[in-house]
């Protein structure tokens, strides 16, 4: 029977860590003709380390990532714990900082000794009104190797740039490739600037979508939504939305609980194959429907 070959569908799903709610999210799911990933600790694992430190000429290198990490001390995002973690690596004394703000998916701020230093992308520094100089170039090249680099500007003065870079996880391009095999198209969305995530997206073989503001993640969603069901796999409390936009939402890895009630699937391994396997569980599933 229908409900008989859906149920032994789900329970062989659970068996491998993959999660589906019901019998619609599974059937959608091997339906889809588009996943869209989040990048960060979703294709990544989400944990960049700093590759490169530049301060601008007349600055010191200490001084600027002690400013950066004491303005991102507030801040639980993945590339506030690199800097700080690069800080405390060198041994360094971080000066006070009040009044941190998030300015989403650009920049953190805050008041150190009557200056505001800000941390944030290039596109953030120069909407600030930041003349680069040479750091905009070094950011570039910098982009250019898949890294992510943020400006540190105090009172709006270029204090120099922190570059990182977030190593795609191990079986990210073999998960991309197998959806290619099954006829699915990956489409990487990231608020990451687009040299970055074209440099990423290239290594894993999948088109990208970058400089994203959360509400501009939602559009795309709408948009490849014309085409076809379209599975969004994203792992944190800010892909809750993009989940939720997605015909099926699927939450991966160690997941936060807000991405696990928002999603209609998990796969609670982190592995991007996880997503194809779940794409050919459905197909199997609805093969011993028909
Ligand atoms: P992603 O979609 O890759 O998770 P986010 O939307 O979280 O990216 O952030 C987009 C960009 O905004 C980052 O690449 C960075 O330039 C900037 N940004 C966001 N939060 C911070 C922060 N805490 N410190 C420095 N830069 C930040
Ligand atoms: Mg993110």
Same mark, same amino acid.
């Given at each position: 029977?229908?409900?008989?070959a859906?149920?032994?569908g ?10 589906v ?11 889809a ?7 960060t *600790?979703?294709l ?28 991102e ?12 973690a ?18 989403? *998916? ?7 000794g ?16 930041? &003349? ?9 090249? +910098?982009e ?8 540190? +500007? ?11 870079r ?14 290619k ?8 969305l990231?608020?990451?600037n687009?040299?970055? *995530?074209?440099?990423?997206a $290239? ?20 948009a ?10 994203g792992d944190?409390?800010?892909?809750a939305?993009a989940? $939720?936009a ?7 890895? *160690?997941?936060?609980d807000? $991405? ?5 699937a ?10 194809a ?7 199997a599933?609805?093969?011993? &429907?028909?």
């Open positions: 029977s229908v409900p008989a859906m149920a032994s789900l329970s062989a799903g659970a068996r491998r860590g993959l999660l709610k019901g019998g619609a999210a599974l059937e959608t799911i091997g339906a003709t588009t996943v869209a990933f989040d990048k *600790g979703t990544t694992a989400g944990r960049p380390r700093v590759t490169d430190v530049i301060a601008a000429e007349g600055e010191e290198e200490a001084v600027l990532l002690a400013q950066a990490a004491a303005v001390s507030g801040s639980s995002h993945p590339l506030a714990k690199a800097i700080m690069e800080a405390e690596a060198r041994g360094l004394a971080l000066p006070a900082a009040t009044a941190q703000a998030a300015i989403a *998916g650009k920049a953190v701020a805050a008041s150190i009557g200056a505001r230093v800000s941390v944030g992308s290039p596109r953030h520094a120069a909407e600030q009104g930041a &003349v680069l100089g040479p750091l905009a170039e070094a950011a570039t090249r +910098l250019g190797e898949g890294k992510t680099s943020v400006l540190i +500007l105090s009172d709006r003065r270029p204090l120099g740039l922190i570059a990182m977030d190593e795609p996880r191990a079986d990210a391009a073999s998960g991309i490739a197998v959806l095999g099954l006829g699915v198209r990956s489409v990487m990231t608020g990451d687009a040299r970055t *995530g074209a440099a990423i $290239a290594s894993l073989g999948m088109e990208v979508k970058a400089e994203l503001l959360p509400d501009d993640k939602l559009r795309e969603i709408a490849l939504r014309a085409a076809g069901d379209v599975i969004m796999v944190g409390i800010n892909d939305p989940l $939720a997605a015909s099926v939402g699927v939450a991966m890895g *160690g997941g936060t807000v $991405a696990l009630e928002t999603a209609d998990a796969v609670l391994k982190d592995r991007v194959t996880g997503v396997e779940l794409v050919s569980l459905s197909r599933t609805m093969a011993n &429907v028909k």
